[in-house]
């Protein structure tokens, strides 16, 4: 199994600029799960969806953030427009039925 | 205010050396995890612990989770160069998401 699957691995952009990330899960996994990581405040959850449906999105910092999952193989995770504060490792993860949560690479981001 | 709170957040040793890890909080948890997370990865998961009082071992390293399921601990036995990394704790609040710790980062050097 290839694992899940995030592009691009690293992304530098100036600030106003449109971001797309992006994620593949494992496949037969119903959950996946978009994490943000910095220095200061650690892994924080933003959105997770069930069955491509988002269930719980409170972690989005604010409205320039935005996340689909058209299907259960693909997800992305929008920012638009960027600001330097929103420079981070941004996470992708998936499971089955809210058990093991496997990670992606992750995606750094550079907002200059 | 962070849930999880973990100590210490650095620690550098020696290879062979004995170390423990803290993960605390206030809040009572369903079940907590730890995982590792190496330069330039993702987190992968270590351990789950759900009962108060359990004690978990995975090769050199013993996990127990606290008996009010408030708490935890990773013992490392004899660490070497490749557990070299930023170690996380998660809780779980019943069926809801993880909340994770900002992380103890360990360098064990030769």
């Known amino acids: 199994d290839a694992g899940v699957i995030q592009s691009p691995r690293h992304e530098v952009t100036e600030m106003g600029q449109e971001v797309t990330l992006r994620c593949k899960p494992i496949s037969g996994h119903d959950y996946l799960f978009w994490y943000r990581q910095t220095m200061m405040r650690g892994l924080e959850l933003l959105i997770y969806?069930?069955?491509?449906?988002?269930?719980?999105d409170s972690g989005m910092p604010e409205d320039r953030f935005s996340a689909k999952m058209p299907n259960a193989s693909f997800s992305t995770l929008k920012i638009q427009p960027s600001e330097p504060r929103d420079s981070a490792v941004y996470f992708c993860?998936?499971?089955?039925?809210?058990?093991?949560?496997?990670f992606g690479p992750g995606t750094r981001l550079l907002v200059l | 205010t962070q849930l999880l709170e973990q100590s210490p957040q650095f620690l550098s040793i020696q290879e062979g050396e004995n170390l423990t890890v803290y993960c605390n909080s206030s809040?009572?948890?369903?079940?907590l995890q730890w995982y590792r997370q190496e330069p330039g990865e993702g987190p992968v998961l270590l351990v789950t612990v759900v009962t108060g009082g359990e004690v978990k071992k995975l090769k050199r390293l013993t996990f127990q989770f606290g008996d009010a399921r408030k708490d935890s601990s990773l013992h490392i036995t004899a660490a070497q160069p490749g557990d070299t990394g930023l170690y996380l704790c998660a809780g779980a609040l019943g069926y809801s998401t993880l909340t994770f710790g900002k992380g103890t980062m360990l360098l064990v050097s030769p």
């Open positions: 809040s009572v948890f369903s079940s």
């Open positions: 969806f069930n069955n491509n449906v988002p269930i719980d």
């Open positions: 993860a998936s499971s089955v039925a809210q058990e093991t949560q496997y």
